[in-house]
């Protein structure tokens, strides 16, 4: 499975901004995903998980302010972020698992993105 994530990019606080990945496998619709992020300096945290029939969760910093979704039909899944704060400033990653439950572990998820940057400036 090859994932890219793309959409990342130079936001001032409190804007809004959507981060895409496109997934290569066909069985994508049955897969659990993921978005994990990486500041400099610390490890690479899960912020949000959405499971083949839409269940969703998220890290604890941006419940109310994220919303993960997904296209199948485009196998796409999307990260919505709203009210962007400095401290959301990481290298984000998208993740998928072929377990089909969600999860914010690091160590569930089989294949991995190469990150998008988000830089969030005050």
């Known amino acids: 499975v090859q994932l890219q994530a793309f959409g990342g990019g130079l936001v001032q606080a409190g804007d809004s901004l959507r981060l895409a990945c496109a997934a290569s496998?066909?069985?994508?619709?049955?897969?659990?995903m993921g978005w994990f992020r990486q500041a400099p300096g610390k490890e690479r945290d899960g912020v949000a998980t959405i499971s083949d029939d839409g269940r969703t969760d998220y890290g604890d910093s941006v419940k109310g302010r994220f919303t993960i979704s997904r296209d199948t039909a485009k196998n796409t899944v999307y990260l919505h972020m709203n009210i962007l704060k400095p401290e959301d400033t990481a290298v984000y990653y998208c993740?998928?698992?072929?377990?089909?439950?969600?999860?914010?572990?690091?160590?569930?998820?089989?294949?991995w993105g190469q990150g998008t940057l988000v830089t969030v400036s005050s």
């Open positions: 993740a998928s698992r072929v377990w089909p439950m969600i999860s914010l572990r690091e160590r569930d998820y089989d294949y």
């Open positions: 496998e066909h069985k994508f619709s049955t897969y659990a």
